[in-house]
């Protein structure tokens, strides 16, 4: 299975990006997907996640409010719409897929992106 994180770029407070992780290798719609990220010197947090069973999304309070979570299973594809970015989004995001039942916790996750990385210049 393989992981293709982007969109990531600079972008100023306030403004917007929109994140796409494609997979393939597996059949994208029986794996659960989330989004992470992981600023310079601390640990890698959870941003956002949804389930394959029912498409529900689920956010961690870096993601709740601003940013939005969707998944295209006819493209393979998984989204992260971020809007109202602020200088503390800043970070590398990583896509993660499987079969996962805590969907916060990243050992959970089987597969990972390469990363994109999102600065956001205040």
């Known amino acids: 299975v393989q992981l293709q994180a982007s969109g990531g770029g600079l972008v100023q407070a306030g403004g917007s990006l929109r994140l796409s992780c494609a997979v393939s290798g597996h059949t994208f719609s029986s794996y659960t997907m989330g989004w992470f990220r992981q600023a310079p010197g601390k640990e890698r947090e959870f941003v956002a996640a949804i389930r394959w069973t029912d498409n529900s999304p689920w956010y961690g309070d870096s993601g709740k409010g601003r940013f939005t979570i969707a998944r295209d299973n006819a493209k393979n594809t998984m989204y992260l719409q971020m809007n109202r970015l602020k200088h503390e989004d800043t970070a590398v995001y990583y896509c993660?897929?499987?079969?996962?039942?805590?969907?916060?916790?990243?050992?959970?996750?089987?597969?990972w992106g390469q990363g994109t990385q999102v600065t956001v210049s205040s």
């Open positions: 993660a897929a499987g079969p996962v039942e805590y969907l916060e916790r990243a050992a959970e996750y089987a597969y």
